[in-house]
């Protein structure tokens, strides 16, 4: 599917997304993940912006997925909910991981910076201090 050959266009579904609020930056984040890699950051927003979780909390969060027909489910949802799915119609599988490894920074409106990365690959937050940061910046610990 991403082989390059004469005539074939590349498919990519690159998709960092930064999400602003009142024209100042609050969240930045991206992953790999194929045509996965849509939903799963938009899981993680809602988890953000509904759920009321913290950033670590929403890019570790359980992933769902489907095209329409079967729905994939991270084995670390609960065998309620997928019963509940099952009930009304779905054809559910259990897959160990949907997409990527996520990494993400937040912003918060004082200046602090703070990094999340999930379980998914092996990543890690950094926050180098100093020079090309502008005044104020400041970078949390998790």
């Given amino acids: 599917a991403l082989s390059v050959q004469p005539g074939k266009r590349v498919f990519t579904s690159m998709a960092p997304m930064m999400v ?29 912006l509904d759920h009321g979780m913290t ?37 559910v599988t259990r897959l160990q991981r949907i997409a990527g490894g996520m990494n993400a920074i937040g912003f918060s409106d004082d200046g602090m910076l703070t990094g999340a990365a999930c379980w998914r690959a092996d990543g890690t937050p950094v ?11 400041r970078f949390s610990g998790l």
């Fill in 127 to 137: 926050g180098i201090s100093g020079g090309l940061a502008r005044q104020g910046v």
């Fill in 55 to 91: 950033l670590q909390e929403a890019v570790e969060a359980p992933r769902i997925w489907t095209e329409g027909g079967t729905l994939e489910m991270e084995n670390t949802f609960s065998a309620a909910l997928e019963k509940s799915l099952v009930s009304r119609g779905h054809d």
């Fill in 20 to 48: 602003c609020q009142e024209q100042q930056m609050k969240v930045a984040l991206g992953l790999p993940g194929g045509m996965r890699i849509f939903p799963s950051a938009f899981q993680t927003l809602v988890n953000l």
